[in-house]
T-cell receptor
Framework: GDQVEQSPSALSLHEGTGSALRCNFT?????VQWFRKNSRGSLINLFY???GTKENGRLKSAFDSKERYSTLHIRDAQLEDSGTYFC????????????FGQGTKLSIKP | DPKIIQKPKYLVAVTGSEKILICEQY?????MYWYRQSAKKPLEFMFS???????DNQTASSRFQPQSSKKNHLDLQITALKPDDSATYFC????????????FGKGTRLTVV
């Protein structure tokens, strides 16, 4: 079936540094969302993209439907950015159903 | 101030019993969903409802039955519970059923013993 391949599975960053997470899709997706799961288990909405890029503070996301990928860039990482990040994509033919990636566990070190 | 309320937060059930997971949203959304996350697996889509009508069902078992008594409610009834049903069940909603941002509740963690 349709899959969302998310990488890396785990990432450790020092405060003030940055990196990127990536999701590859096995089929054309209509839209992508990025979430962060906090320590209490809540899914926090970060971005919703149907195309192009969006930026919010130290986070920036891009989505290329044709090339079948999305990225989430984190810059100037802070301790509170720690958590598990998920991408979730909506297939073009199946309205409203999100297919989740496996998640990236991000640890920020002082 | 949570806008998608799930009850209870934790639930322990005996094998063979029946439970209802409650979900109500106060976002004014027309579409609601149930997802499940089993141990070490990504969230998996179960059901989608739009204007209180079933749009998609990806759950093989008829033991899982959504119930929508009001536009902003989508409860999940699970019958004949099995240990494999142990998971965290997430309710979600979006403005409409397609191409709109989806928001999630905090989940109900179900343990079947």
């Amino acid at each position: 079936g349709d899959q969302v391949e998310q990488s890396p599975s785990a990432l450790s960053l020092h405060e003030g540094t940055g990196s990127a997470l990536r999701c590859n899709f096995t089929t054309t997706m209509r839209a992508v969302q990025w979430f962060r799961k906090n320590s209490r288990g809540s899914l926090i909405n970060l971005f919703y993209l149907a195309s192009g890029t969006k930026e919010n503070g130290r986070l920036k996301s891009a989505f290329d439907s044709k090339e079948r990928y999305s990225t989430l860039h984190i810059r100037d990482a802070q301790l509170e950015d720690s958590g598990t990040y998920f991408c979730a994509a909506e297939a073009g033919y199946n309205q409203g159903k999100l297919i989740f990636g496996q998640g990236t566990k991000l640890s920020i070190k002082p | 101030d949570p806008k998608i309320i799930q009850k209870p937060k934790y639930l322990v059930a005996v094998t063979g019993s029946e439970k209802i997971l409650i979900c109500e949203q106060y976002l004014g959304h027309n579409a609601m969903y149930w997802y499940r996350q089993s141990a070490k697996k990504p969230l998996e889509f179960m059901f989608s409802y739009s204007y209180q009508k079933l749009m998609d069902n990806q759950t093989a078992s008829s033991r899982f039955q959504p119930q929508s008594s009001k536009k902003n409610h989508l409860d999940l009834q699970i019958t004949a519970l099995k240990p494999d049903d142990s998971a965290t069940y997430f309710c979600a909603s979006s403005q409409n059923g397609a191409s709109t941002e989806v928001f999630f509740g905090k989940g109900t963690r179900l343990t079947v013993v």
